[in-house]
């Protein structure tokens, strides 16, 4: 594996041991799929489970020693349009897209961080936990208009706004710390009407300060949390959540 397609890995940031166990298991299920014509469903839901814990490797040019596997998922997935153009294909390797301005953002990011709806459970981190690392360096591999897409599908998905952080699995196994201010951003989101009236107090400051600094310290980032702050502001993130707030108020509305 390539230092890219390793990084933010979810069973790939297992010890090299057990990893190198989960390799060994899912080439020979690929390996046994390619003997028989009548076993190619069965490498398909392979490269599937392989994608829903590793996501990054359906990223064009990152599958490692599985990159003709997930590129031939890929291939096998395709719709096309009326003109011949690719229209759609399995959301797990959406990514290989050749346009991928009319993707689902949202749905893409909720794979990316938690796997497709029935498939296995993989979530590791909170939907917040994803963004400090988009926006930092330890990302640069990921091509820009994914990053940028994923941190809009994470803004307008809208589930990442966090209210407290003494959950058993945050505190217990990443080691947060929940503060007075904890959770005075989400209220300040939730009270605004817009983006235009979103105005965050000196609390709720400290809280984005501190959560992004946490997370920082989770996976690993070298930028200091008033850098990533910055880079928060300026990337146009809550823009996205009000929007993405409103496209779901008018869904509900529609329904009614």
């Known amino acids: 594996m390539t230092e890219a397609t390793a990084a933010e890995a979810k069973w790939l940031l297992l010890p090299d041991d057990r990893r190198e166990r989960v390799t ?3 080439r020979a299920r690929i390996s046994d799929s390619k003997q028989d014509a009548d076993l190619a469903k069965v490498e398909r839901e392979t490269v599937a489970y392989l994608l829903a814990y590793a996501p990054q490797l359906a990223m064009p040019g990152n599958g490692g020693e599985f990159e003709e596997e997930i590129q031939e998922y890929f291939e096998s997935t395709l719709q096309f349009g009326p003109d011949g153009k690719p229209s759609s294909c399995a959301e797990d390797v959406a990514f290989r897209m050749p346009d991928l301005s009319a993707l689902r953002w949202p749905t893409v990011a909720c794979n990316y961080v938690q796997g497709e709806l029935m498939g296995p459970s993989v979530r590791t981190y909170e939907p917040f936990d994803f963004v400090p690392w988009l926006l930092s360096d330890a990302s640069d591999w990921v091509e820009q208009r994914i990053r940028d897409g994923l941190l809009r599908g994470l803004a307008e998905w809208g589930v990442w706004p966090w ?45 984005l300060d501190d959560r992004i600094a946490q997370s920082a310290r989770l996976v690993g980032l070298t930028e ?13 993130f809550v823009e996205h959540y009000f929007v993405g707030r409103e496209k779901r108020s008018s869904r509900r509305g529609a329904k009614n």
Do not use: C, K, N, W
């Open 24 to 26: 060994r298991v899912l």
């Open 224 to 236: 200091s949390s008033v850098d990533l702050v910055t880079r928060f502001t300026q990337s146009g």
């Open 163 to 207: 209210i407290e952080l003494d959950t058993p699995m945050l505190t217990q196994e990443f080691g947060f710390v929940s503060h007075s201010f904890t959770g005075d951003y989400e209220v300040a989101l939730r009270r605004a009407g817009s983006v235009a009236t979103f105005e965050p107090g000196r609390d709720a400051l400290r809280d």
